[in-house]
């Protein structure tokens, strides 16, 4: 996961915005759910008002509500109005002051309220309950007794007013709808009890006594109910001044179902934006590590392309960077969002004071115990995925590529079989992993809804105890979901990360792969260049080997002349000559060229002066031009015919319907095995190099194309050296020099006569290529 993170940091001013932009998304979602709450609480059940303060109260009712204050509070309610004709008005305060007086007025408010709007049955059993105090105190006994009983059960038949008349209390009742909009009459008893206190029937003391009896009963009905009793009595207030309650309701709704609308734009906006970002900085992460990739593998000698299958390299430059790419992407989106609104939704869980936290922490338990069941079953099949599909990429890329050789030998079938072996062991994995994703997602929205229903159950209670609201309810079921959701995305990426992990160690293993060929910090460059090569006991041992491949090799090929190398099949001719390009580095000795050693010049500059043809000849898709321009794309047409001229490749060229700019397939797949090879000759000799290398180019020329293109070349490229590997003695018979190796060893060094009569190995190599009269043929020629 570092080298995620390192191949992030060059794009941190984006990474900075996607915070941004997650923390403004973050706080729109966040923000939904409390406007839900305030439009179910407030909006709806308490008619669109905040706070408990009347914003307009009669005067009768302001100098009533102060009946249950003590002084402290009648002045802060006194000083929070001011008087308007008959009425009084609250004064222009601060958020900050109506949340003062909500906390301080609360209880007196309240008292209010339910001693001004008291049921008909409740002033009854209130009265029934003082009568019999009464009779307790006064400890009545006989016929006294009787008859205060008798007049206490009178009670039951009688109206309030009847019950009022009959103790002397001056109440005021009216009509009003109940809670369900039934017509009810209502008992204002305050008149009655501001009476007692004027005259001195109740003391303080009692007054302290009964406050403390309602405050007591109001208490046992929750903290919201009581709020939700002192904001009813502020409605009623404003109603009876002459507010127009529906007004005020319709006017919050609109202002937060409009802040809401805007808010939910203003999320929307931000996902798009973070979603955007997102995805253009994993596509860049994508686009830097497949050319890091290819510009690390591009400068691989042979021993680190020897190293890394092929198969294993496209692999990790497609599928390991997309797997990077994808969950970088999701990264950025969501493990940087998930804790955002974790976080955010447990700060939200604990200012609501809804006292469930234990529900959230129960769920996210139980999801933290699948996810981590589910990564126990599936993180080995992830780890082995990779592998798999490396193994199908090569058998699929072995297929392909030798698609003839199988035909050839009636193979068909059995590779077909290879490859569903490959095929199905990576279907069985994918199957597994996904199956067990496919098991999380409805264990997690089962886990979710469970929890929906459990924190409803739990919450209704809570609302029928008066200690919470439907819209706290509400807020406290979506703040829960936010948060389990927010896990849920973490857990989830859990099992993700680590295949990408994985395939961003694949990545880095290539990439963190330097080439054994270097350049030097101080370059050497020759005085004079002309092309000269030199080996001078030179060894070579294949990384790994125990054996040297290439064993005290010391030669000299010069400009203008021809040096042959030939030997038996694993002798180590091509390995000599991919030495001199530095494709592989010598393990002892030196080559040097113009009198440098190559270890000390540039590399770009050392094969500038080359013109290598492989053995096996490979061309790209395009045209014939741009493949023999390929060493010199600024090659001018005239050189360009000239090569193919001297490769023997015009007169084909000039037979295509579009000649020079006749199409080439990938890997030359629409021309012969010989044209292939004549226009990797082409292409060497287009590049006007000062040493041309030939590794068996001639092998699919027949003889008379061969002698050809040798004449042609000795005579139009009579400055530079060549070296030229063959297994034809009929190729090399014209060489000024002739190598011949044998295991690794140079056991001869000479022209054909001389070989003939001073090497063995070579002798038996001509012997079996030509005939007695041939040979003879041969010597006297030269």
């Known amino acids: 996961m570092r080298y995620i993170f390192e191949n992030l940091k060059q794009y941190w001013r984006s990474v900075l915005l996607l915070a941004v932009l997650l923390v403004v998304q973050g706080f729109c979602e966040m923000s939904m759910p409390q406007y839900t709450q305030n439009i179910i609480d407030v909006g709806i059940q308490n008619k669109g008002l905040e706070h408990i303060t009347p914003s307009s109260i009669t005067a009768g009712e302001f100098e009533a509500a102060q009946i249950f204050?003590?002084?402290?509070?009648?002045?802060?309610?006194?000083?929070?109005?001011?008087?308007?004709?008959?009425?009084?008005?609250?004064?222009?305060?601060?958020?900050?002051?109506?949340?003062?007086?909500?906390?301080?007025?609360?209880i007196p408010l309240v008292m209010a309220y339910q001693l001004g709007h008291m049921s008909e049955e409740s002033f009854r059993t209130m009265m029934k309950t003082q009568a019999e105090n009464a009779l307790q105190s006064q400890k009545l006994?006989?016929?006294?007794?009787?008859?205060?009983?008798?007049?206490?059960?009178?009670?039951?038949?009688?109206?309030?007013?009847?019950?009022?008349?009959?103790?002397?209390?001056?109440?005021?009742?009216f009509e009003a709808e109940d809670e369900k909009g039934n017509a009810s009459t209502y008992v204002d008893v305050r008149p009655a009890i501001q009476k007692m206190i004027d005259s001195g029937r109740m003391s303080e003391d009692s007054l302290s006594q009964m406050k403390k009896q309602i405050t007591d009963t109001?208490?046992?009905t929750g903290s919201q109910t009581m709020r939700a009793m002192a904001i009813r009595y502020a409605a009623e207030a404003?109603?009876?001044?002459?507010?127009?309650i529906d007004k005020i309701q319709r006017q919050y709704l609109w202002l937060s179902g409009g802040r809401m609308i805007l808010m939910a734009l203003l999320m929307g906006a931000a996902a798009v934006a973070v979603s955007f970002v997102a995805s253009r900085v994993g596509a860049a992460v994508g686009r830097d590590l497949r050319l890091k990739v290819f510009g690390n593998v591009i400068g691989y000698s042979n021993a680190e392309m020897d190293h890394f299958q092929t198969?294993?390299?496209?692999?990790?430059?497609?599928?390991?960077?997309?797997?990077?790419?994808?969950?970088?992407?999701m990264m950025l989106r969501m493990v940087l969002y998930a804790p955002v609104l974790a976080v955010w939704g447990i700060v939200k869980v604990y200012q609501s004071h809804a006292n469930m936290s234990w529900v959230i922490l129960l769920g996210i338990a139980v999801i933290v115990g699948i996810i981590l069941t589910l990564v126990v079953l599936a993180m080995p099949k992830f780890k082995s995925m990779q592998k798999l599909v490396d193994r199908l990429n090569l058998v699929s890329r072995e297929i392909l590529t030798g698609l003839m050789v199988v035909r050839a030998f009636g193979r068909e079938k059995t590779e077909e079989e290879r490859f569903d072996d490959a095929n199905t062991d990576l279907m069985r994995t994918q199957l597994f992993t996904n199956r067990v994703m496919t098991f999380m997602m409805p264990s997690m929205m089962f886990i979710m809804s469970g929890l929906g229903v459990l924190i409803t159950w739990v919450a209704a209670h809570r609302v029928d105890a008066g200690t919470l609201q439907v819209g706290a309810m509400t807020s406290f079921i979506t703040y829960a979901m936010i948060i389990i959701s927010s896990f849920m995305i973490l857990t989830a990426m859990s099992i993700i990360l680590p295949r990408a992990g994985v395939a961003a160690e694949?990545?880095?293993?290539?990439?963190?792969t330097k080439s054994s060929i270097e350049n030097p910090e101080h370059e050497e460059i020759p005085q004079e260049k002309k092309g000269v090569v030199r080996f001078d006991h030179v060894n070579f041992r294949y990384p790994g080997a125990e054996m040297d491949a290439l064993?005290?090799?010391?030669?000299?090929?010069?400009p203008g002349e021809t040096t042959a190398i030939i030997g038996s099949t694993g002798s180590g001719k091509s390995t000599l000559v991919n030495l001199i390009p530095r494709f592989y580095d010598v393990t002892e000795g030196s080559i040097t060229v113009d009198g440098v050693d190559i270890r000390k010049r540039d590399l770009h500059d050392l094969r500038a002066e080359i013109g290598f043809v492989p053995q096996k000849g490979t061309l790209f898709s395009g045209t014939v031009a741009s493949n023999i321009r390929f060493g010199k794309p600024d090659a001018p047409d005239e050189a360009v015919k000239r090569a193919a001229q001297i490769a023997q490749a015009d007169d084909f060229i000039m037979e295509k319907e579009d000649q020079y700019n006749s199409f080439i397939s990938q890997g030359g797949g629409n021309v012969s095995g010989g044209q292939k090879q004549r226009l990797s000759i082409a292409r060497a000799i287009a590049k006007n190099p000062l040493v041309l290398v030939f590794d068996d180019s001639f092998s699919a020329l027949d003889m008379k194309t061969d002698a050809r293109l040798r004449a042609k070349l000795s005579e139009e490229e009579k400055d530079a050296t060549k070296i030229i590997v063959a297994q034809r003695v009929s190729t090399i018979l014209s060489a000024d020099q002739i190598l011949v190796l044998d295991e690794g060893r140079l056991v001869g060094c000479g022209t054909h006569t001389q070989l003939l009569d001073t090497c063995e190995v070579y002798r038996q190599i001509a012997a079996s290529q030509l005939s007695q009269k041939e040979l003879e043929e041969t010597r006297h020629a030269e």
Do not use: C, P
Request: charged share 35%; hydrophobic share 35%; aromatic share 4%.
């Open 69 to 106: 204050m003590d002084d402290a509070q009648k002045r802060e309610w006194t000083d929070a109005y001011e008087k308007d004709g008959d009425h009084y008005s609250l004064q222009n305060l601060s958020r900050e002051k109506l949340k003062e007086l909500d906390g301080d007025l609360l």
């Open 141 to 173: 006994k006989g016929a006294l007794l009787d008859a205060a009983k008798k007049q206490e059960d009178r009670l039951d038949s009688m109206s309030a007013k009847e019950i009022a008349d009959a103790y002397g209390l001056d109440i005021t009742t």
């Open 218 to 220: 109001i208490s046992q």
């Open 238 to 244: 404003d109603k009876a001044a002459g507010t127009d």
């Open 311 to 329: 198969s294993s390299l496209i692999t990790r430059a497609t599928n390991d960077v997309q797997q990077v790419q994808m969950v970088t992407t």
């Open 506 to 512: 694949r990545i880095h293993e290539v990439t963190s």
């Open 551 to 558: 064993h005290d090799i010391s030669f000299t090929a010069r």
